[in-house]
């Protein structure tokens, strides 16, 4: 999936003389700005992160948390 619009979606549209909402500097500055994620391993078990994660929660902030039965191949 991605967030680019087809060239051949803009091509099919193109009779609607459609133009940016937001002028492309001023979008480019404000994605440049944002910090969408911040990625994080921690190679322990879930219980020891709970108030970690619960504390994100209260603070209005999203958590993916991924879990892996499968040990690491040494």
């Not at 619009?5 to 404000?30: D, G, Q």
């Not at 958590?63 to 040990?71: D, E, H, P, Q, R």
């Amino acid at each position: 999936m991605s967030a680019t619009f087809p060239t051949v979606l803009k091509n099919e549209l193109s009779f609607l003389n459609a133009k940016e909402l937001i002028e492309k500097p001023n979008l480019e500055t404000e994605y440049r700005r944002r910090r969408r994620t911040h990625i994080e391993f921690s190679e322990s078990y879930i219980s020891q992160n709970l108030d970690r994660v619960i504390s994100y929660y209260k603070n209005g902030m999203k958590a993916l948390i991924v879990m892996n039965t499968v040990g690491p191949n040494k």
